[in-house]
Nanobody
Framework: VQLQASGGGLVQAGGSLRLSCAASGRAINNYATGWFRQAPGKEREFVAVITWGGGTTYNADSVKGRFTISRDSAKNTLYLQMNSLKPEDTAVYYC????????????????????WGQGTQVTVSS
């Protein structure tokens, strides 16, 4: 599967953005799909994941109540709705897909993701 992320940009603190990740090559429902982010000088950080059937989502504590992950099977696209953005949310955001059953126990482990999209920059100004 190939993944193409888009939707990043510059927004003021308290604003919203919606990231998209268009999948091609295979149906996105065949994978657990998630978002990670990486700020300058920091390690890549788990943000959220939605499981194969789309019935379960996991979110990092830092984004709970503000970010929502979803998936549109008809459009073969993954989304990340980001509300109440903070300057500390500034990062390059990456979408990723996994076929690993180990993801159920460790949804935030980046090494369990098999496919990655290119990043999209999100900048939140104070």
């Amino acid at each position: 599967v190939q993944l193409q992320a888009s939707g990043g940009g510059l927004v003021q603190a308290g604003g919203s953005l919606r990231l998209s990740c268009a999948a091609s090559g295979r149906a996105i429902n065949n994978y657990a799909t998630g978002w990670f982010r990486q700020a300058p000088g920091k390690e890549r950080e788990f943000v959220a994941v939605i499981t194969w059937g789309g019935g379960t989502t996991y979110n990092a504590d830092s984004v709970k109540g503000r970010f929502t992950i979803s998936r549109d099977s008809a459009k073969n696209t993954l989304y990340l709705q980001m509300n109440s953005l903070k300057p500390e949310d500034t990062a390059v955001y990456y979408c990723a897909a996994s076929v690993s059953g180990g993801l159920r126990a460790s949804p935030g482990r980046s090494s369990l993701y098999d496919y990655w999209g290119q990043g999209t920059q999100v900048t939140v100004s104070s």
